[in-house]
């Protein structure tokens, strides 16, 4: 970790907004596809858009789509450890984060918009190929950008208290990024709803994508990071070392299990929320704006409560808190039937997300802090790219579950597949509860023992 006195400019609040905006950008990009890729390439029954995947299915479990997110992600695998590496022994005049952040925006902004233009109007192999590409491209360009963003958060970060703050600030900017995307697209969709409904959905996910190129042109343009992290020692740990290490750090193991099982829940409630909407409340999907304005207004007056109650009792045990809560939410998923029912549910589900939302990224940095101060070694990114990959692994299997529920009743009818999804949610939620039980976070004390 880099000594405090090597920073030699102060790391302003209009840097760290700055800083922050980063994750917005490509928080509206990754909710984007998670809330509307499945939809526009499966549409539920009843929708104007044309069904574009062939009706195929592994041991009758595994549909086209769920193949197609698992093998983009697991080509993705290599490309997180590979970049974090990299980033942690660059010594690039822009500095070793900041120049894999201009690599990787603009492929990311294509990839983002690209995926609403599959070739073929009907059920196609084509259209399966085209979303596998895509979304492959789309995962390697995200890792390119956002794992050497992340591994910022320990260079600029100070202090234990700091990161929650930093950490706050940018859950913050990535809830005013899912509601951009997440409110305001229902809203461009109606305000859209005279253009056919293919033309209307590719209008949409270009909006967005140059909306969220612009967010992550923020701390590009505005975190100078030569001037922030002056001598910033870069890591000469081979990379295949740099996993081994990172995966055995001190609590590494019980927290990644813990964060991975709790954001399966938010991914499943994100890409569930159309067929929620539609199925369960019986509205137009257009209504998924005002339920998701509930909920995410909920998430943001809990930030202030969960930064407050991690300062004074530990993160650890406020994300166990916050793991049983969603956890007791889902339960009542399948309890939906109409309007009120569902701002209920999806209203409360605002709570633990502020969590999720708030304290893992923080709670990293402190392992990566407390690793560096442990052996002397700065790989901090390689944290977060073991993180981000799990993360996106965990993005394949909850769309791969999400898939595979949904033939089992995806209509108002029979909308037993849609319902499934709360005890799905269930399960890895008392996963979560139990990892992070076991977890221990790192010891302030024991920082300052360890050898530089």
């Given at each position: 970790m880099v000594p405090l006195e090597l920073y030699v400019k102060p790391f302003t609040l209009p840097r760290k907004i700055a800083w922050a905006l980063g994750a917005t950008g490509w928080t509206i990009g990754d909710r984007l596809l998670m809330t509307w890729g499945l939809f526009v ?180 343009v505005a975190v100078p990071e030569r001037e922030l992290v002056a001598k910033a020692t870069p890591s000469n740990v081979p990379i295949l070392e740099s996993i081994k290490t990172t995966l055995r750090a001190p609590g590494m193991g019980w927290y990644l299990l813990a964060t991975i ?192």
């Amino acid at each position: 970790m880099v000594p405090l006195e090597l920073y030699v400019k102060p790391f302003t609040l209009p840097r760290k907004i700055a800083w922050a905006l980063g994750a917005t950008g490509w928080t509206i990009g990754d909710r984007l596809l998670m809330t509307w890729g499945l939809f526009v390439f499966a549409p539920p029954a009843g929708e104007a858009l044309p069904q574009r995947l062939p009706a195929w299915s592994l041991f009758g479990v595994l549909t086209v789509w769920g193949v197609i997110n698992l093998l983009a992600r697991f080509v993705d695998g290599v490309t997180d450890p590979l970049v974090a590496s990299m980033s942690d022994r660059s010594t690039h005049r822009w500095g070793r984060r900041r120049v894999f952040m201009v690599a990787g925006i603009v492929p990311l902004t294509i990839a983002t918009g690209a995926l609403f233009f599959a070739p073929e109007l009907a059920p196609s192999w084509g259209n399966a190929v085209f979303a596998a590409v895509v979304l492959t491209a789309y995962f390697v360009a995200f890792t390119v950008y956002a794992c050497p963003y992340q591994a910022l958060l320990p260079d600029l970060a100070k202090s234990e208290t700091e990161r929650v703050n930093l950490s706050t600030l940018q859950a913050a900017l990535m809830l005013v990024g899912a509601a951009v995307v997440m409110v305001g697209s229902p809203v461009l969709l109606g305000l859209l709803h005279e253009v056919e409904a293919v033309r209307r959905y590719q209008i949409m996910g270009v909006t967005f994508a140059v909306i969220a190129f612009l967010f992550m042109l923020g701390p590009i343009v505005a975190v100078p990071e030569r001037e922030l992290v002056a001598k910033a020692t870069p890591s000469n740990v081979p990379i295949l070392e740099s996993i081994k290490t990172t995966l055995r750090a001190p609590g590494m193991g019980w927290y990644l299990l813990a964060t991975i099982s709790f954001w399966f829940g938010f991914n499943a409630i994100a890409s569930g929320v159309p067929y929620f909407v539609t199925v369960l409340m019986g509205r137009e999907v257009e209504f998924a704006g005002t339920v998701l304005t509930v909920t995410f207004a909920i998430t943001g007056v809990f930030f202030p409560v969960v930064a407050k109650l991690a300062n004074k009792f530990g993160k650890r045990r406020t994300m166990i808190g916050g793991a049983a809560g969603l956890c007791l939410v889902m339960v009542t998923l399948p309890l939906i039937h109409g309007t009120v029912s569902g701002l209920i549910v999806l209203g409360l589900a605002g709570i633990p997300i502020a969590a999720l939302m708030a304290l893992p990224n923080a709670m990293l940095a402190d392992l990566a802090h407390a690793e560096a101060k442990r052996t002397g070694v700065n790989g901090e990114a390689m944290f977060f790219g073991a993180q981000a990959f799990l993360m996106k692994v965990n993005l394949g299997v909850s769309s791969a579950v999400l898939a595979a529920l949904l033939p089992l009743g995806n209509s108002v009818e029979h909308p037993l597949g849609v319902q499934l999804i709360g005890p799905a949610t269930v399960v890895t939620s008392l996963i979560s509860v139990f990892a992070y039980w076991r977890f221990r976070e790192p010891s302030a004390a024991a920082e300052v023992k360890a050898p530089a």
